[in-house]
């Protein structure tokens, strides 16, 4: 170990974390929830704060979901993007909102969160299963939800500023954020900013050297991230809001080459010279007497990257037929409409959504290809309150996708226009048994429709495009628990079953090539268990998750998700500014491929922290994270960061 790091290791010992709570509020107006104005009991949708992201140095998206159960992160390695699973479901199953507004890629359905950090975040919700119609369409397994900041002060801010190192010279990190906000009563402005930039990362000693990955550095691991958002709010009252919002994020990345054994693996070189995603959406909340109201959210979201392929790992030669530069111009824009009204014990609510979605892409001298799809939604929710501790919540939804565009280069004319729609109905019974006890039981059907890509990629001619896929469809039957003891312990329980159909998979059509088909039917049963303790200063926890999920039509084998996850923590705080705190995370293994020839092998990491409140709102927060340089991948062939230490500043006023 080097003095350099040896220092930040003993300082990481003697600072700790700061109790100073985040004055900013959560933005209401970018929630969506089954009840915003009264949380049902036992609802199920986790929650993870900005204070618990800023404490664990959880500076992604994907980072900070991982700490909550029943989810699961991933790391793309063939694309080097960042995802999670939420009870095995992916992203294209579960859309990622920012305030309620979709986020995702119109080609493929995905988003990586590593491109998204959680500087400018107040909290992020999931909802499992059972998330509200009002979402929209394609929530089959959930729905994540990014809330930004609104500020409560006239004047207030955060400024950091971050450094990390691994074990080799040239892995170094850098970040930095800014957070500043007014609330002026009639009005109120947000502005947040974040740059962040990764050289490369050092590997574990306990990595075996392959002929494309040597020992030491990470190669082509370099990335850079640069965010802006900015919202501004008019609140002429006390119930109604309206407020625009500019979000913008550039980025840059490379991608890992593969670094397993498996011989039937192509090494890729992949470089990506831009990400770039801007967004500008306007939200409103509007009160229509006493007991209705009516909420808009109109959005225009763009999207442009290039991937370039090189010969080999020198990156400047595109030579060979692998070779490529492919360019991405996508756009997408929206509008949702929200009514609700109170009559009698039923709280009302319908929703209409619209959704426009192009996509256009082409290599670099070849003709650009365009895809375009509009996307519509109905929905009606019901809360019925049975009596003051129970509640009924019946919903359902008419979900519709058309393709009104889609070029077929290869064949020189366009592929057959197509529809698919799709019925979601749901139910769920919550009681508020007692002052400690709460408990829910759901039915929910969910569907997603397949992206363009499922429906219209020749696969670089390893595919046939299949125009007429429906949507897959999810039954799940889900009950819960939650047990609070004081302010001194809460317990959560969770079961549930899912029967999934129609799921799109791989069918072999002739000897090379294969065709996306609605041939898949896979059940997943499972159950999430977790408590937190709060004793004097101390504080500590965790999670338990259980998946098994079984493809009952092929023996292809299903990816990318641990059968079991178990996740602890513990913090003391020694004084009233400065606590230590530690973490530790197992994950069984799973596979990679669906032949079964690859798996990403079972890991415990651990990661030690500590920080120190200052006077006059500045806080140093140091730590460790892979605390025992473990060799772990949640992909074969594609390992993660050995140890690694950091050390973050920021004042808060």
């Not at 010992?13 to 933005?27: D, M, N, P, R, V």
């Not at 500019?246 to 992949?270: F, I, S």
Request: proline share 4%.
């Amino acid at each position: 170990m080097t003095s350099k790091k040896l220092t930040i290791t003993m300082i990481s010992l003697s600072l700790a974390c700061s109790s100073i709570a985040y004055a900013e509020s959560t933005f209401d107006l970018g929630r969506i929830e089954v009840n915003a104005t009264q949380p049902l009991p036992a609802l199920g949708t986790a929650t993870i704060d900005a204070q618990t992201m800023r404490d664990e140095n959880r500076e992604t998206v994907t980072e900070a979901l991982d700490r909550l159960p029943g989810i699961t992160a991933n790391n793309i390695g063939p694309r080097s993007e960042q995802m999670v699973f939420v009870r095995g479901f992916d992203l294209r199953q579960v859309p990622v909102f920012i305030d309620g507004i979709p986020v995702y890629i119109p080609y493929d359905g995905y988003v990586d969160l590593g491109r998204f950090t959680t500087y400018d975040l107040s909290e992020i919700n999931v909802s499992k299963s059972f998330s509200s119609v009002l979402y929209g369409p394609n929530t089959l397994g959930g729905a994540i939800n990014l809330v930004s900041r609104k500020p409560t002060e006239k004047l207030e801010g955060e400024i950091g500023a971050g450094y990390n190192v691994g074990d080799r010279s040239g892995s170094d990190g850098k970040r930095s954020w800014l957070n500043l906000g007014t609330n002026q009563d009639l009005w109120y402005a947000q502005l947040g900013a974040s740059y962040r930039q990764q050289d490369n990362f050092s590997l574990s000693d306990d990595f075996n050297p392959t002929d494309s990955q040597g020992a030491g550095l990470r190669n082509n691991a370099a990335r850079k991230d640069t965010k802006v958002n900015i919202k501004l709010g008019l609140t002429p009252n006390s119930t109604d809001e309206y407020a625009i919002g500019y979000v913008k994020q550039d980025g840059e990345k490379n991608t890992p080459p593969y670094a397993g054994d498996n011989p039937d693996v192509r090494v890729r070189y992949w470089q990506w010279p831009y990400w770039d995603k801007e967004s500008i959406y306007l939200l409103s909340n509007t009160t229509l007497g006493n007991d209705s109201y009516i909420k808009t959210r109109f959005y225009y979201d763009t999207f442009e990257n290039q991937l370039s392929s090189f010969d080999d790992d020198t990156y400047t030669t595109q030579n060979r037929g692998y070779a490529f530069d492919s360019l991405y111009d996508d756009q997408t824009y929206g509008v949702s409409m929200e009514f609700g009204k109170t009559l009698g014990r039923h709280d009302v609510k319908l929703a209409a959504h619209y959704k426009f979605d192009e996509h256009k892409e082409n290599d670099i001298g070849e003709p650009e290809r365009t895809f375009q799809d509009k996307t519509t939604s109905f929905a009606i929710e019901d809360t019925i309150h049975l009596t003051d501790r129970q509640y009924l919540v019946a919903g359902i939804s008419y979900d519709k996708r058309r393709s009104e565009q889609a070029d077929d280069v290869e064949k020189g004319q366009p592929f057959e226009t197509n529809d698919a729609d799709s019925w979601n109905p749901q139910i769920g019974y919550f009681i508020d048994i007692d002052d400690r006890n709460e408990a829910r039981l759901t039915l929910s059907k969910k569907s997603r429709f397949p992206t363009i890509k499922d429906r219209y990629s020749y696969r670089f001619g390893s595919a046939l495009p299949n125009p007429g896929l429906d949507a897959e469809q999810s039954r799940t039957i889900e009950t819960g628990w939650v047990h609070k003891v004081g302010n001194t312990a809460r317990f959560e329980a969770a079961v549930f079953y899912s029967d999934i159909k129609d799921l799109i998979q791989e069918v072999s059509v002739t000897s090379n090539l294969f065709q996306f088909q609605n041939v898949g039917e896979v059940t997943a049963k499972g159950m999430e268990l977790s408590s937190d303790f709060w004793l004097g200063d101390w504080e500590f926890g965790g999670h338990y998750s259980y998946l098994d999920r079984e493809n009952k039509s092929s023996d292809l084998k299903l990816t990318d998700v641990p059968r079991h996850k178990v996740f602890v923590y513990a913090s003391w705080h020694i004084t009233q500014p400065f606590s230590v705190s530690a973490t530790s995370q197992y994950e069984s293994e799973r596979y990679t491929s669906t032949d079964g020839e690859r798996r990403a092998d079972s890991f415990t990491t651990a990661g030690l922290r500590a920080s120190y409140a200052f006077d006059k709102g500045v806080t140093a927060r140091m730590g460790i994270e892979n605390l025992f340089d473990k060799n772990y991948a949640y992909q074969e062939g594609f390992p993660e960061a050995g140890r690694t230490y950091y050390a973050n500043l920021s004042y808060q006023f």
